[in-house]
């Protein structure tokens, strides 16, 4: 697995080394992996950012869900738009405002609110260096907004630096999936 990744990353820095925009430059593809218990089947989610456009007078990636995509998350089905200002990757969200997403200057116990309510909180930052490039990665927990009875519940993921959540592009929270599928699908992560 760690293989992978590292394969990964490194296809990735050569994609984003000749980008204009640091973040989701024109062509880049993410792939999870997506196990579906009803009928059991492998499968893969595919985002793709397919070209650029502006939005409140910022140049955004239009990232697309070109195949699958999260099963219960209707806000996001579509297209999301995505911009790079310093350090910080903002999306686009369905209440026509811009929400920081990754933060990769962020360091250990700092925290923002990012979509759906979910508050990241960076828990250890560190750095890997692969081919000569130094990437930071920030081991966040996801805490969810309330859901009703004061439960907050949290899961902890890995944030890659210019390329986003190993889990999903961004803070997906398997905790507020809906009944809808939390028993037929179980999403297994960044893969090559």
């Given at each position: 697995m760690k293989k992978t990744i590292i394969l990964f990353i490194y296809v990735m820095i050569n994609i984003f080394a000749f980008a204009q925009q640091p973040f989701a430059p024109v062509g880049t593809e993410w792939y999870y992996g997506v196990e579906r218990l009803v009928p059991h089947a492998y499968d893969y989610v595919l985002l793709k950012s397919i070209d650029e456009t502006i939005v409140d007078g910022k140049l955004c990636s239009i990232i697309s869900n070109v195949k699958g995509g999260m099963i219960c998350y209707d806000d996001m089905k579509g297209s999301v738009y995505a911009y790079q200002s310093n350090d910080t990757v903002y999306f686009y969200d369905n209440h026509a405002k811009f929400v920081p997403v990754h933060i990769w200057s962020a360091q250990q116990g700092d925290s923002w609110e990012t979509l759906f309510g979910v508050t990241v909180h960076v828990e250890a930052v560190e750095t890997i260096s692969i081919l000569g490039r130094t990437?930071?990665?920030?081991?966040?927990?996801?805490?969810?907004?309330?859901?009703?009875n004061n439960d907050r519940p949290s899961y902890p993921s890995i944030v890659i630096e210019n390329i986003g959540d190993i889990n999903y592009l961004y803070a997906f929270n398997v905790n507020l999936r809906g009944s809808c599928d939390e028993f037929t699908v179980r999403y297994s992560g960044l893969r090559v």
């Open positions: 990437l930071k990665l920030q081991h966040v927990s996801y805490e969810a907004a309330e859901i009703g």
